[in-house]
């Protein structure tokens, strides 16, 4: 079945930098689009980022450009999540979540993996 | 950005009773919205896709319905695990992905 894991979450200092990665299984990894999504303690969801299934095309929400990085590795069927100047606001519980074919267009997010938190704190 | 916004925000009705959930975006999006089902601790379920396809093994009391800027999810008959907080999201890509901020649903 599909699963998806992810890893790399702890505690931080406002400007440090921390990487997650999200390994997946159970389906054709290379031809789907990957995304991230957050959740703030006690908040809703926000999606952060989406990356095709050849990593050629990436967007991110706003509120992350310029500071976090999304890249993927086909051959080891992993997402990763590079981010930088982290700020207190980006404490959340970070998911990847299965997107859609090739560059994830006109499809919602039918799996998700269990999440991990980032705590930025100093 | 898109904004999407549900109403209301929380509800508490008796198990049995029917629920609707309102969700409004900011622009057209034709069908191209998503239910989820979050419960307390757990992680985000996909309950309904393409504004009114149930996904699977999505018990058939839920339903969703709308298109353009107006939808709704409809809970039939509430159950005590249904007890959730309601997410709804648009996933028309020249928009980006956005997520309604939520609809606490509880049980009397």
């Known amino acids: 079945q599909v699963q998806l894991v992810e890893s790399g979450g702890g505690v931080v200092q406002p400007g440090r930098s921390l990487r997650l990665s999200c390994e997946v299984s159970?389906?054709?990894?290379?031809?789907?689009?990957m995304h991230w999504v957050r959740q703030a303690p006690g908040k809703g969801l926000e999606w952060v980022a989406v990356?095709?299934?050849?990593?050629?095309?990436?967007d991110y929400v706003g509120s992350v450009k310029g500071r976090f990085t999304v890249s993927r590795d086909n051959l080891k069927n992993t997402v990763h999540l590079q981010m930088n100047t982290l700020k207190n606001e980006d404490t959340a519980v970070y998911y990847c979540?299965?997107?859609?074919?090739?560059?994830?267009?006109?499809?919602?997010?039918?799996?998700w993996g269990q999440g991990i938190l980032v705590a930025v704190s100093s | 950005d898109i904004q999407m916004t549900q109403s209301p925000s929380s509800l508490s009705a008796s198990v049995g009773d029917g629920v609707t959930i309102t969700c409004r975006a900011s622009?057209?999006?034709?069908?191209?919205l998503a239910w989820y089902q979050q419960k307390p601790g757990k992680v985000p379920k996909l309950l309904i896709y393409?504004?009114?396809t149930l996904q699977s093994g999505i018990p058939s009391r839920f339903s969703g319905n709308g298109s353009g800027t107006d939808f709704t999810l409809t809970i039939r008959s509430l159950q005590p695990e249904d007890v959730a907080t309601y997410y709804c999201?648009?996933?028309?890509?020249?928009?980006?992905?956005?997520f309604g901020q939520g609809t606490k649903v509880g049980v009397k």
């Open positions: 393409d504004a009114s």
């Open positions: 990356i095709s299934y050849d990593g050629n095309n990436k």
């Open positions: 999201q648009n996933y028309n890509s020249a928009l980006t992905w956005t």
């Open positions: 159970g389906f054709s990894f290379s031809s789907y689009a």
């Open positions: 622009q057209g999006i034709s069908t191209y």
């Open positions: 979540a299965k997107g859609g074919r090739y560059s994830g267009s006109y499809y919602p997010f039918d799996h």
